[in-house]
């Protein structure tokens, strides 16, 4: 069981980036996936959820607008669409999968998630 985060690099504010989670030795749509990100020094936290079953979607306030979380299930895979890229995004992103059907006050909560990604650096200059 596996999740494989690629995608990030280097981005002008103002730019755009596609995040992707890949999974091998599971189907991810049987999975509530998140995404996670992590700047040095701060906690992590929840950025974007596509929820199990339903496909119902949960953003954080810093990113709803921005970002677009999407799933493709023939891939396997999950994606994060970040536009409008701003410093305060830069951070390693993490995607995590979950069993749980989460709502609105603990789908950001990392505890919930059994399998995590690796990680891919995302950052934005200005």
């Known amino acids: 069981v596996q999740l494989q985060a690629s995608g990030g690099g280097l981005v002008q504010t103002g730019g755009s980036l596609r995040l992707s989670c890949a999974a091998s030795?599971?189907?991810?749509?049987?999975?509530?996936i998140s995404w996670f990100r992590q700047a040095p020094g701060k906690d992590r936290e929840g950025v974007a959820c596509?929820?199990?079953?339903?496909?119902?979607?949960y953003y954080a306030g810093s990113v709803k607008g921005r970002f677009t979380i999407s799933r493709d299930n023939a891939k396997n895979t999950v994606y994060l669409h970040m536009n409008s890229l701003e410093f305060e995004d830069t951070a390693v992103y993490y995607c995590?999968?979950?069993?749980?059907?989460?709502?609105?006050?603990?789908?950001?909560?990392?505890?919930?998630?059994?399998?995590w990604g690796q990680g891919t650096q995302v950052t934005v200059s200005s």
């Open positions: 995590a999968a979950g069993g749980v059907r989460p709502i609105l006050s603990s789908w950001a909560r990392p505890e919930l998630y059994e399998h």
């Open positions: 030795g599971f189907s991810l749509d049987y999975y509530t």
């Open positions: 596509i929820r199990r079953s339903d496909g119902y979607k």
